[in-house]
């Protein structure tokens, strides 16, 4: 056999080797991000018996979240509640660490609270907006056309709580007071869909100050990003402790 024979056999199956080793890469990545369906029923059957337990107001499982993403601790598999009275979608799940049923309840409640509540004095500084209980259902859509047209020129506001603090707190769900009742400092993330301009800063200066005056927040952090298109733009976010 010639050397340039044994050369093509070498190089051949050193690429065959490459190829079935990605191969295999990519079918492993594959079923990682496939959920799994006995996982999925046992935390539906876990939710429901917490539910139960737990809730005196009614409150419906319409779906399962797989986190194969890692974006959220202690669980990976959590069930997808709606409570009927306040509207607030949530989730329930065995945390992993202490194998105890906990749920996220009050801190999106809370959170939707509290965009609701900024909304009207954001919406007077900026213009329309929506709150992250608004823009849900609008990207839930598979139809990409619809949610650009509905997002079309809207600003999003997003707020956010530190998940532990919240926890601490161990607040009976069916009496979740009002989140002012309590020194919360949340995050409040507007991202606005056009260039940044120099007005924005005494307009989030004007937003805080509404805030503090009719009590909605006493402390937290406003932050301003913007988009072009859905498509984030590589400038400087706007950014005020209060």
Do not use: C
Request: charged share 30%; no cysteine.
């Amino acid at each position: 056999m010639s050397k340039i024979k044994k050369l093509v056999i070498i190089v051949g199956t050193i690429f065959a080797v490459l190829l079935l080793a990605i191969g295999l890469l990519i079918f492993s990545f594959i079923l990682d991000m496939r959920s799994d369906s006995k996982e999925e029923k046992k935390v539906i059957t876990l939710a429901k018996e917490y539910i139960d337990k737990t809730f005196q107001d009614k409150v419906t499982i319409f779906d399962t979240l797989y986190d194969n993403m890692g974006n959220f601790n202690g669980f990976e598999y959590a069930a997808k509640v709606h409570h009927e009275k306040t509207g607030t979608e949530f989730l329930v799940y065995q945390n992993s660490e202490t194998n105890e049923m906990e749920d996220t309840f009050i801190i999106d409640k809370w959170e939707n609270d509290i965009a609701k509540a900024i909304k009207p004095s954001i919406e007077k500084a900026f213009g329309k907006s929506l709150t992250n209980k608004e823009v849900k259902p609008i990207i839930d859509s598979d139809d990409y056309d619809e949610i650009r047209d509905k997002m079309k020129d809207n600003i999003e506001i997003n707020a956010y709580l530190e998940e532990e603090f919240v926890k601490a707190l161990k607040l009976n769900p069916n009496h979740p007071n009002n989140y002012t009742d309590f020194e919360l400092s949340p995050t409040i993330r507007i991202t606005i869909p056009r260039h940044q301009e120099k007005k924005d800063e005494a307009l989030i200066n004007e937003v805080i100050q509404s805030a503090q005056a009719y009590n909605i927040l006493k402390h937290g952090t406003f932050i301003i990003d913007y988009s072009d298109g859905g498509v984030p733009l590589e400038e400087n976010e706007l950014r005020r402790d209060f």
